[in-house]
């Protein structure tokens, strides 16, 4: 049986550079991932961390980077029931067509009866949603809390 995972695809209006931008610069991360930095150089084996309010919430590693078309690193938050948890992994593939970016994100890997997928489930699409929100209007999405089953 295949091992579970979440893809998620986005269509933005925006320069294939700025979605990378977006995908790559902390003071960029920080408008639309709830205040989230994402931290790293960027290169294979550089550590990746998430921090929030000063706090490292995620430590994961660049696995492969070809900008502004590819990003894949391990996903590991530190908190909560996810600490103990295996790293999973996150792909994010970068298509551009007459200034329209999809976006496509792929998150598997995950842990025999993972507690993260079903949180990835809910979190992703509201982070590429204010993303694109972002780049597309100007402003993130105004962060929300939705039920976990919504």
Not at 1 to 26: G, K, S
Not at 49 to 77: H, S, W
């Amino acid at each position: 049986m295949d091992a579970e995972n979440f893809t998620y695809v986005a269509y933005i209006r925006a320069d294939i550079q700025a979605v990378w931008n977006a995908l790559t610069r902390p003071d960029i991360t920080q408008q639309y991932w709830h205040n989230t930095r994402l931290e790293s150089g960027w290169n294979v084996g550089d550590e990746l961390l998430f921090i929030r309010d000063g706090e490292v919430t995620d430590r994961n590693t660049i696995l492969e980077v070809v900008p502004p078309q590819l990003l894949r690193y391990t996903f590991k938050p530190l908190f909560a029931d996810f600490a103990a948890e295996a790293p999973s992994r996150v792909s994010m593939f970068l298509d551009d067509d007459h200034g329209v970016v999809r976006l496509t994100l792929l998150h598997d890997q995950f842990a025999a009866e993972s507690s993260v997928l079903p949180a990835v489930r809910v979190g992703w699409p509201m982070i590429l949603s204010s993303l694109k929100s972002l780049l597309e209007c100007g402003a993130p999405l105004p962060r929300a809390t939705f039920p976990a089953n919504s």
